[in-house]
């Protein structure tokens, strides 16, 4: 099996920068995409930013010049540093990657989630 590890959150100040990590581990070939989510209370789960194995990125419009999403292929991790927080970015963080464990098989998983608190 594969697992996602997320940690990094907690609490930060308005305006300041916290960056979330997520590392996969067990029977990994090769990771595709990768991602984060966010969920906050009283809202849809939403797509922050992803990033593909070429690393191309993309970028939920509210979090746009502020978020950067990246990855390191040799640790199977991704990151998401978060500047410039606002409250609205309060949300429990989640992120997925999809597993190319052999030629025919892959499968998507997802880590338990962060939170992430910011104080006004």
């Known amino acids: 099996q594969v697992q996602l590890a997320e940690s990094g959150g907690g609490l930060a100040q308005a305006g300041g920068p916290l960056r979330v990590s997520c590392a996969a581990s067990?029977?990994?070939?090769?990771?595709?995409?990768m991602g984060w989510y966010r969920q906050a209370p009283g809202k849809q789960r939403e797509l922050v930013a992803s990033?593909?194995?070429?690393?191309?990125?993309n970028y939920a419009d509210s979090v746009k010049g502020r978020f950067t999403i990246s990855r390191d292929n040799a640790k199977n991790a991704v990151y998401l540093q978060m500047n410039s927080l606002t409250p609205e970015d309060t949300a429990v963080y989640y992120c997925?990657?999809?597993?190319?464990?052999?030629?025919?098989?892959?499968?998507?998983?997802w880590g338990q989630g962060t939170q992430v608190t910011v104080s006004s």
């Open positions: 997925t990657a999809n597993v190319q464990h052999s030629l025919l098989r892959k499968s998507d998983y």
């Open positions: 990033i593909s194995s070429g690393d191309s990125t």
């Open positions: 067990g029977s990994i070939f090769r990771i595709n995409a």
